[in-house]
């Protein structure tokens, strides 16, 4: 239940970073990083080659050929319809997360260029409520396949989620169904829909739209499952692979098509698309 707020609608309103500092420490090797050394490396440390995460605008940044992204996404923002409240009002959880990343919601679509063919693009973004998918999010997923199909071209969906957002409760686990719906129609139609699975890929999201790209592309490092290890051996009393959850695994086992370095993931993206598009 996403609601229209045309007037009051947020655009991407941070375009400046926020954090005034000029280094950071990698929490992988340690080493202190000038910042924009790690940015300007598609936020990898130099050092050891960690990922860090990418917000959904530098996401985008990384991907397209250069100025050639239109923010697409409705004017829409999350209702509060169950009233839910957990350490603190759902409302006031959403105004948080709106004023630390500068989005309306964890999604932005964009009508873009890569290597030269028009795409449409939705981009998660894991800083706003874990990129968990609820009515806002469904919509505007579904908002960037009716968008392909209007314009006759490949949709690209780029995830980085948690899953559900459980303060919608039933709301947002019925956008599973709905986005899979309109992706049928996008497969009615005959254009290709290509997934790539980021750090993390999980519940929800991974259980429907992420999982149903015609090719499916995991960001080397990526975690892709349902529930998280623990629970899962607590529920079936087993020890799992370690490699369990992992980019390797998901391959192994054919829940994913390719898994790529995320200084090629461009490349990679180009070359599908190139295969699916006829120029
Ligand atoms: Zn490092």
């Keep these: 239940m996403a609601i ?3 007037k009051h609608y947020l655009r991407v309103k941070l375009d400046k970073e926020t954090d005034e500092s000029l280094w950071m420490q990698c929490k992988s090797c340690g080493e202190l990083v000038f910042k924009r050394r790690v940015r300007e490396n598609n936020n990898i440390c130099p050092y050891c080659g960690e990922y ?4 959904a605008r530098e996401r985008i940044e990384s991907l397209i050929d250069e100025g050639s992204f239109t923010d697409i996404s409705k004017p829409i923002m999350a209702a509060d319809p ?18 630390k990343t500068g989005l309306a919601d964890a999604i932005i679509i964009g009508s873009v260029v890569i290597s030269e063919i ?5 981009v998660m973004d894991f800083r706003f409520i874990g990129g968990s998918m609820g009515s806002v999010m469904g919509e505007q997923i579904c908002h960037g396949m009716e968008e392909a199909i209007r314009n006759q071209c490949p949709f690209i969906l780029v995830s980085s989620s948690g899953g559900a957002r459980i303060q919608e409760g039933i709301l947002s686990l019925m956008q599973m169904a709905k986005t899979s ?10 254009l290709p829909f290509i997934s790539v699975m980021t750090y993390p890929t999980t519940a929800g999201v991974q259980a429907s739209i992420a999982s149903l790209g015609d090719v499916i592309i995991a960001e080397k490092g990526a975690m892709i499952g349902f529930a998280g290890r623990r629970v899962i051996r607590g529920t079936i ?3 799992l692979p370690p490699n369990y959850q992992t980019d ?9 098509d390719r898994v790529a370095n995320r200084e090629h993931l461009r490349e990679e993206l180009s070359n599908v698309l190139r295969f699916f598009v006829r120029q």
Excluded at 248 to 256: K, N, Q, V, Y
Aim: glycine share 4%; net charge negative.
């Design 181 to 190: 719906v309109v992706r049928a129609q996008l497969a009615e139609q005959r």
């Design 82 to 99: 169950l009233l839910f409240q957990d350490t603190k009002p759902y409302p006031q959880r959403i105004e948080d997360a709106q004023e």
């Design 4 to 6: 229209f707020k045309d």
């Design 248 to 256: 390797s695994f998901a391959l192994e086992h054919g829940s994913i």
């Design 52 to 55: 860090f995460f990418l917000t």
């Design 118 to 122: 028009a795409v449409i693009i939705g």
């Design 237 to 239: 009393a087993e020890e």
